[in-house]
């Protein structure tokens, strides 16, 4: 138990930055006025962290309690909000996402700049004439505010959406907002050269691995894509993050030697390619990770991926504390823990029992391992949540690996490289073709006579169960490991 103690809460304090944030995260949401209290204790730990010297102390309490302070102004936000539910309010707004057509009714995104609302108010309004709203318009309106079905509340708040909104009257003012505006003009250039060179499916498929817009999939495409349990990997996540960013660090640190310049460079990077994604939780999370990793060089430590993904929650939680209850950030978290802490000690026990020393045999035992620990510690939840478990997914995932790789990598050289026509058009017809690769494989795994099964609670908890037990061992096992390299 001490050595328990010793490796958990003292080598790794992320661990119980991460506990305590997730507890004190998920009590507030039920018990709202408990965030002052909350915010106290921890103000009351850092006072006392300072007195006594203890640095470790003194950061993990004051992570906790800008989240506590956050989840303070959060809920403000939130009472102010409903309390103007069913009643007008006027405002300005700047729009963050453009608009589009749904049910004969136009819907975008905007944030309240100044007027009823507080500022910074995520609004996704519907609005019933013909005009279209371009991210980065600022314009005044008159919005009429109705409160959030309690069964969609969860999924609302977890977006920051306190309220369902109609915009009743606008008008545009003539200013913009640069930052919007750019990003909004990046996904709209990247979705022309997609759809110009990629026409149909698999356009459309490169744009929702790309950038997250999975509107343009025709819905035959997406329910397949649903079915099989791939979704993951044909829309923007971590692991589309990781490849980019994985690209973008090898040339920093080939060709940017001062540490400082490179981080510099790594997290406008980050934030810049998680702005163009939409600001996703998924993306946030891998998005924190990797500023957390590119950070730890300028302490001269080496970074730590599991450390890296603890302090990532409440990272995430800083910007958005209802993330808790988002679906797509929680799976994220557990197939990352699957892959940064269950999958290597197998993946290197194989190495070692099999003597494997080519990589592309070791690249190859990486993907079967990781796919099935994630789909393994993702079920529980899975199974929680849609009562649906995919039976294929481990096999599709599999074929999909690398021809999503190929597609985002050589999508991404040809939307840089498009100045250069005759260069980009060959790239952009490599990154179709492997588009229609994926297409044929996802329309093959769906055409198979069973792809999913439906479970229920034994099954969850007997999953629940064995992935408890697998933790314990692969910490068990890992502890020795140091052991005996220490000895």
Request: aromatic share 14%; glycine share 6%; proline share 2%.
């Amino acid at each position: 138990m001490k050595t328990i103690r010793k490796d958990f809460f003292i080598k790794r304090p992320a661990v119980p930055v991460a506990l305590v944030t997730v507890a004190v995260t998920y009590i507030s949401t039920y018990i709202g006025r408990l965030t002052v209290i909350f915010a106290a204790l921890f103000l009351s730990a850092m006072i006392i962290s300072l007195v006594f010297k203890d640095l470790k102390a003194f950061a993990a309490a004051l992570i906790i309690l800008v989240i506590s302070v956050n989840l303070c102004l959060t809920y403000n936000k939130l009472n102010t909000v409903r309390a103007f539910a069913g009643k007008e309010v006027s405002g300005t707004f700047v729009v963050t996402a453009d608009s589009v057509s749904s049910g004969g009714d136009t819907e975008f995104q905007m944030k309240s700049i100044s007027g009823d609302l507080p500022k910074g108010c995520l609004l996704e309004p519907k609005y019933s004439g013909e005009e279209t709203f371009t991210a980065g318009e600022i314009i005044n309106a008159d919005v009429a505010l109705y409160d959030v079905d309690k069964s969609y509340r969860k999924s609302h708040y977890s977006e920051g959406i306190y309220a369902i909104s109609r915009i009743e009257s606008f008008e545009f003012k003539d200013d913009t907002n640069i930052f919007y505006k750019t990003l909004g003009s990046i996904r709209r250039y990247i979705k022309e050269c997609y759809l110009k060179y990629a026409p149909g499916d698999a356009g459309a498929l490169l744009i929702a691995i790309t950038i997250g817009d999975k509107s343009y999939l025709s819905d035959g495409l997406a329910y397949s894509i649903r079915q099989i349990g791939v979704s993951h990997m044909v829309a923007v996540s971590g692991f589309h993050l990781a490849v980019i960013m994985g690209n973008l660090f090898s040339l920093f640190n080939r060709f940017v030697k001062n540490r400082y310049l490179r981080f510099l460079m790594s997290l406008l990077a980050v934030v810049f390619i998680t702005g163009v994604c939409g600001f996703t939780k998924s993306i946030l999370r891998a998005g924190s990770m990797f500023i957390i990793s590119a950070a730890a060089v300028l302490f001269d430590r080496e970074s730590d991926s599991l450390s890296s993904l603890l302090l990532s929650i409440p990272a995430v939680f800083m910007i958005s504390p209802f993330a808790i209850f988002s679906v797509g950030f929680n799976l994220s978290v557990i197939a990352t823990f699957a892959l940064v802490y269950i999958s290597p000690l197998f993946c290197d026990t194989l190495y070692k029992i099999l003597a494997v020393r080519s990589e592309a045999v070791k690249s190859l035992i990486n993907i079967v391992f990781n796919s099935f620990f994630a789909a393994l510690y993702t079920m529980p939840a899975i199974i929680k949540v849609f009562g649906t478990v995919s039976i294929v997914s481990i096999f599709a995932n599999l074929f999909l690996n690398y021809l999503v790789t190929l597609a985002l990598v050589f999508g991404a050289f040809a939307l840089v490289l498009s100045p250069v026509g005759f260069i980009s058009k060959i790239l952009f017809s490599a990154a179709a073709l492997f588009s229609k690769a994926m297409i044929f494989i996802i329309s093959g795994f769906y055409e198979l006579p069973v792809v999913s099964v439906n479970l229920g609670q034994t099954s969850y908890i007997i999953s629940l169960v064995v992935i408890l037990v697998l933790t314990a061992l692969v910490y068990y096992y890992n502890n020795l490991i140091i052991r005996g390299s220490k000895a």
